[in-house]
């Protein structure tokens, strides 16, 4: 009792000092997990800090290698677009075949090196948010058929039909990014003939959901291509990813075209989903957001539209 006890008890146990002694436990105790939940609250603390930093390095990182990818992508565009150029001006010339036959093989690998630098600078500049979407009225037909429109040949050349439906219930003009929209389309009917060899590329449009002044479009592209394996499904998204990636697949290409039509869909609030069956055949679903057009600007573009086909056909 000399030294300080401050936990005691004697006989006969008395109220005051048991409630002594208990407020004394108490106090203790209190004390001991206040310096305890300190300790945890600095060590939380120190985490935050470092995760704050990690988010910060990797901010910057992606920062980095965007600037980096624009400054090499004008560095890689600027000699291309010479090479495509003088290559033009030499195919208007008299050549002999072999000369002729050489100069397309350079013109046509050119234009697709251009394709895949394009890609890597659209995937750059989405994943570092530069992508901004630009709404004026568009016509969900004319942007599908103007799409598909460079895709045909190809699949002219492997006698696979292109099939193209849009239902009654899509509005006739709505507000959106026509040069998104269409890029989506053709990212995604591109890879539906590229794998098809035999059958047909069906694209289908339909009004999905239609709330207030925001209109819902639902969309569908399948085809009866090869179809892909369901352990290779969920990384089909993912950039510079196909369903073959080993160095002698059959199927060219960077495997950007799902990518950035993946965050196209995401960036006009839709979805996008893949279903597959091997040998069979593959189908897209999606959907993308619009606006409707005020009853204005709807009159005075179709009406425009409506006079300037009538005018065309007069002529």
């Known amino acids: 009792m000399e030294q300080g006890v401050v936990r005691y008890l004697t006989k006969p146990v008395g109220p005051s000092a048991l409630l002594c002694v208990v407020n004394s436990v108490i106090r203790l105790h209190g004390l001991a997990r206040a310096e305890r939940l300190a300790m945890d609250n600095e060590a939380l603390r120190s985490l935050v800090d470092e995760l704050h930093r990690s988010k910060d390095a990797a901010l910057a990182g992606a920062r980095a290698k965007t600037e980096f990818l624009s400054k090499m992508g004008h560095e890689l565009r600027t000699p291309m677009t010479g090479v495509i150029g003088f290559t033009e001006l030499a195919l208007a010339t008299d050549l002999p075949p072999e000369g002729r036959e050489c100069l397309e093989g350079l013109w046509a690998a050119a234009n697709s090196l251009m394709d895949v630098l394009g890609d890597v600078l659209e995937v750059a500049a989405l994943d570092g948010g530069q992508v901004r979407l630009q709404p004026e009225p568009l016509r969900v037909r004319d942007i599908i ?6 895709l045909l040949p190809s699949a002219d050349a492997k006698k696979v039909s292109v099939v193209t439906e849009v239902g009654s219930g899509v509005p006739e003009v709505l507000l959106g990014d026509p040069a998104r929209f ?4 053709k990212a995604l009917v591109g890879n539906a003939i590229k794998f098809t060899e035999v059958g047909e590329v069906r694209v289908c449009a339909h009004l999905e959901a239609n709330v207030g002044n925001e209109v819902r479009l639902g969309m569908t592209i399948s085809d009866t291509g090869i ?6 499904l969920a990384r089909v998204l993912e950039a510079f990813s196909q ?4 160095p002698k697949r059959r199927y060219g290409g960077a495997g950007l075209g799902l990518t950035i039509a ?24 999606l959907t993308v957001c619009f606006q409707r ?5 709807e009159f005075f573009v179709v009406g425009s539209h409506s006079r300037a086909v009538e005018s065309s056909r007069d002529s």
Request: hydrophobic residues 40%.
């Open 145 to 150: 058929e103007a799409a598909l429109k460079s």
């Open 182 to 185: 269409g890029q989506i389309v």
């Open 227 to 232: 179809g892909i394996r369901d352990d290779a």
């Open 243 to 246: 369903e073959d990636n080993s």
């Open 262 to 285: 993946s965050q196209l869909v995401a960036l006009m609030k839709g979805s996008l989903r893949i279903e597959s069956t091997l040998k069979v055949g593959t189908t897209v679903r």
């Open 293 to 297: 057009v005020p009853a204005d600007d």
